[in-house]
């Protein structure tokens, strides 16, 4: 707290005296008389007036806190708002995929159960019947075609896109796994033999799991080459 003492012939005039130097007006100090005017005996003891002004700190203005709340309180409603319009069209998009392939599977003669889930980055819709092979191909490739088209079909003449995964039987588990651990087998390789490894040709989803599977690996580097649908992943030393 800013504190002065002041004196002046009168407590009035000490008190203005104390205002002028803070650059204060009455209301934004506390007062306090020290020392009361005395005019002595026959002009002598004469004392002058003592007081000390003491500024009122304060912690934060109103108008400044209101502002605050009221900005913080915009910024989470405009915040939940594009969050509930997210999770409405990812609602729709898986919706209108599940439809759209029970339809496709149907024509084929396929007798399915599709189970669908709605996570942050995607929506995955499982596949679950008998003798369901058929729909995931070599390497997945017939799976792959079947989910470009849902994720055509879903996000068409949609503001907000989200990427449509279509599982049979938890084969990407599968999958993924299996791509991680020859992603490390042949690391090793390259390590031994400081020489590289050319991988087949994969899609761009199965690319990025070699990719991150590696990424911290030491001495090696992982480089996409070629065009699709020849597009493949390289192995390096370094």
């Not at 405009?78 to 998009?93: D, G, L, P």
């Not at 390497?139 to 449509?164: I, M, P, S, W």
């Amino acid at each position: 707290m800013t504190s002065i003492e002041v004196t002046g012939k009168t407590v009035e005039e000490a008190v203005k005296s104390g205002l002028a130097q803070l650059q204060r007006k009455e209301q934004d100090v506390l007062t306090e008389v020290i020392t009361e005017p005395s005019s002595g005996i026959f002009g002598f003891g004469k004392k002058d007036a003592k007081v000390r002004l003491t500024v009122i700190e304060k912690e934060i203005m109103p108008d400044t806190l209101t502002e605050a709340v009221m900005t913080e309180s915009v910024t989470e409603l405009e915040e939940m708002t594009v969050k509930k319009k997210e999770e409405a069209a990812a609602e729709n998009i898986a919706a209108e995929g599940k439809e759209f392939l029970q339809e496709v599977l149907e024509k084929m003669g396929i007798s399915v159960v599709i189970e669908k889930m709605i996570k942050e980055d995607k929506i995955i819709l499982h596949l679950h019947g008998k003798d369901l092979g058929v729909l995931i191909g070599k390497h997945g490739q017939t799976l792959d075609a079947l989910q470009y088209l849902v994720n055509l079909k879903a996000n068409k003449d949609r503001e907000n896109h989200c990427f449509v995964m279509l599982d049979v039987e938890n084969y990407r588990t599968r999958r993924e796994e299996t791509l991680k651990a020859l992603a490390h087998r042949l690391a090793g390789r390259v390590k031994h033999n400081h020489d590289k490894m050319v991988l087949e040709p994969m899609n761009g989803y199965e690319r990025k799991i070699i990719h991150v599977a590696l990424q911290h690996t030491e001495h090696i580097r992982t480089e996409s080459e070629g065009q699709e649908p020849y597009r493949h992943v390289v192995i390096y030393y370094q």
